[in-house]
């Protein structure tokens, strides 16, 4: 069975700090690994995905993550830590089962900035 | 207007009462998914339907119903809610087109909790 592992379900940082958020994964075939994030009072928003191809994903506002296989990790980093990405982030695992996408989330890391 | 709307947005009810969540979308998307989010334990899958002629038990079913009334419409029910039903739920819509690696869309959720 597929499965992500989170570590850590608070993380904070000051302003301008690097955000670096850790994931790793179980997969006993290619994984397809996304992260989500999700504002307060908001539903969960994609900001990247991996599927194949470059280990280095680019997503949205300034996130990226890099696909290690050999660590079997998909941590998320921001060079700069802005007040407006506090949030939780949420980094998931994908299969397909007879046509059906199943994702399997992590629990969670919340994201805290202070100024 | 967005693109998944959940209503209620937030709901008080007792134990043993019946409840039912709505979701509606307007992304025209088949599948459709209904999650529920608690604290530590990231997004849990409850129901899934691949259009309105097949609907599927997730992982946590027991105690919900659905109802797929049309393409853009899912609703979860709660027959006899209990207080450990105390959640948020998320209904989410995805285009099977991209298997494993589609992006799934949330709605904002509804915050329910079981006196």
């Known amino acids: 069975a597929q499965s992500v592992t989170q570590l850590g379900s608070h993380v904070s940082v000051s302003e301008g700090a690097l955000v670096l958020l850790r994931c790793n994964y179980s997969s006993s075939v290619p994984p397809y690994l996304f992260w989500y994030v999700q504002y307060p009072n908001q539903g969960l928003q994609l900001l990247l995905k991996y599927t194949t191809g470059a280990t280095l994903v680019k997503g949205i506002n300034g996130f990226e993550a890099e696909f290690k296989k050999s660590e079997t990790s998909f941590h998320l980093t921001k060079p700069s830590a802005h007040m407006s990405d506090a949030a939780e982030y949420f980094c998931?695992?994908?299969?397909?089962?007879?046509?059906?996408?199943?994702?399997?989330f992590g629990t969670g890391t919340r994201l805290l900035v202070s100024p | 207007d967005a693109d998944v709307t959940q209503t209620p947005r937030n709901r008080i009810t007792k134990t043993g009462k019946r409840i039912m969540l709505e979701c509606s979308q307007t992304?025209?998307?088949?599948?459709m998914y209904w999650y529920r989010q608690d604290p530590g334990l990231g997004l849990r899958l409850i129901y899934y339907s691949f259009d309105v002629k097949d609907i599927n038990k997730g992982e946590i079913s027991d105690g919900y119903s659905v109802s797929r009334q049309a393409q853009a419409k899912f609703s979860l029910s709660l027959e006899s809610a209990i207080p450990n039903q105390t959640a948020l739920y998320f209904c989410?819509?995805?285009?099977?087109?991209?298997?494993?690696?589609?992006?799934?869309?949330f709605g904002p959720g509804t915050r329910l909790t079981v006196l």
């Open positions: 992304k025209g998307h088949d599948r």
């Open positions: 998931a695992v994908s299969s397909m089962n007879t046509g059906f996408q199943k994702l399997v």
């Open positions: 989410a819509t995805s285009d099977p087109s991209g298997g494993p690696y589609n992006e799934q869309f």
